[in-house]
Every structure is written in structure tokens, then in C-alpha cells.
């Protein structure tokens, strides 16, 4: 199974800091990689696929890069509204694999 | 609008069964492939089986294989998944999703005694 390592587990931040989330998976993925923000209580919702692409009505500060074994999200600007949890997600191989997720707290 | 909606949630016994159903409706179901994921209380997400439109393929993760069953019939527009042999750690939000890009609001399966 692909294992997807996710840092920091959490971080704390201020409004208007750029952020940057990592994942890393154990073996090749090619860009098959979607990232997730979670709310509490709430279902994810995905913000990133194809590890670069924005979904739509997804606001413009959130990017994704990476191609292969690493990956990044990116806020560039946070907003008191981007406090939630985000979890990368590989669907190149079955099983599909979530990384450990990242805590974001304002 | 796409619209899921799981049901069949509840507390059961370690060992015991539950069936999970998921109603979409919005968009053509038997087009789509489909998804249960779930989330342990205060825990991350984590896949649990997916299956093709036509029903006939499906892939499990390690921890249930063997034990869940997912399936679908197209008439209802209804997702299915069939949990055997429920132990603590099957405690969870399950989640069905289309595409891993509509999700349901997730329903509530706890296991213990």
C-alpha cells in the first residue's frame, strides 16, 4: 500500500500568513493527488486535484504542487475562514490512501 | 444538485452486522464511481472501498477486507456497504462519495457492548 506522510500535524498562524502543507508518498503517484479541507462536524471538501488544479469556487489563495513522491499545499494569504483540518489524498493505486492530516489553527 | 444521503448507522455489538445505504440523487448514478470513507471520533479520514458503476469492480482497504461488502443497484440509485464482523475500531462517521467530490453528511456506527 502507498503510505502518504503528512507535516506539520498541526500548525498555529496568524491572518495573511502563508502557509504550506507537505505530503509525501511512499513510492511514485504521478499527479494523482487531491488535497481536502475539513471543518469540524463537517464533510471534506475537496480544494486541489490533479495536485494542481483548482477546484472550482475554491478561492485563489489555495495552490497545490508537486509531481511523484512530494507534494505541497499552499494558502497565501490565510483568512480566519481557512481554520479547519486538510488531508491529502493519492488515488493513484488501490487502496486509496488519506495522509495523517494538518491541523491549521488561527 | 447532487445529493447523497447515508442512513443505517447506529450501535452495535462487537461482532455483529449493519448494512449502510446511501441515496443520490442529481445525477445519473450508474455513471459514477462511488466511495465509502469513514472517520474515527477526533481521528483522521480514512478510504474505505470504492466500486465502478456497472458494480463489478471494488477494491477494499487492508483493515476491512474480508469483512465489508460494498455494492450498489442502479435502479435505486442506492450505495451500499455491508459491515461483518464489527469490531471497536470500525467506530467511525461513514461517509459515502461520488467521485470524492460530493460527499454525503456521514452516518454514525458505533461498535461495543
Known amino acids: 500500500d502507498i503510505q502518504m506522510t503528512q507535516s506539520p500535524s498541526s500548525l498555529s498562524a496568524s491572518v495573511g500568513d502563508r502557509v504550506t502543507i507537505t505530503c509525501r508518498a511512499s513510492?511514485?503517484?504521478?499527479?494523482?493527488l487531491g488535497w481536502y479541507q475539513q471543518k469540524a462536524g463537517k464533510a471534506p471538501r475537496r480544494l486541489i486535484y490533479g495536485a494542481s488544479s483548482l477546484q472550482s469556487g475554491v478561492p485563489s489563495r489555495f495552490s497545490g504542487s508537486g509531481y511523484g513522491t512530494e507534494f505541497t499545499l499552499t494558502i497565501s494569504s490565510l483568512q480566519p475562514e481557512d481554520f479547519a483540518t486538510y488531508y491529502c489524498?493519492?488515488?493513484?493505486?488501490?487502496?486509496?490512501?488519506f495522509g495523517g492530516g494538518t491541523k491549521v489553527e488561527i | 444538485e447532487v445529493q447523497l444521503v447515508e442512513s443505517g448507522g447506529g450501535l452495535v455489538q462487537p461482532g455483529g452486522s449493519l448494512t449502510l445505504s446511501c441515496v443520490a440523487s442529481g445525477f445519473t448514478f450508474s455513471r459514477y464511481w462511488m466511495h465509502w470513507v469513514r472517520q474515527a471520533p477526533g481521528k483522521g479520514l480514512v478510504w474505505v472501498s470504492h466500486i465502478n458503476g456497472d458494480g463489478y469492480n471494488t477494491n477494499y482497504a487492508d483493515s476491512v477486507k474480508g469483512r465489508f461488502s460494498i455494492s450498489r443497484d442502479n435502479a435505486k440509485n442506492t450505495l451500499y456497504l455491508q459491515l461483518n464482523s464489527l469490531r471497536a475500531e470500525d467506530t467511525a462517521v461513514y461517509y459515502c462519495?461520488?467521485?470524492?467530490?460530493?460527499w454525503g453528511q456521514g452516518t454514525l456506527v458505533t461498535v461495543s457492548s
Open positions: 513510492q511514485g503517484i504521478r499527479d494523482d
Open positions: 462519495s461520488r467521485d470524492l467530490i460530493h
Open positions: 489524498l493519492q488515488h493513484n493505486t488501490s487502496p486509496l490512501t
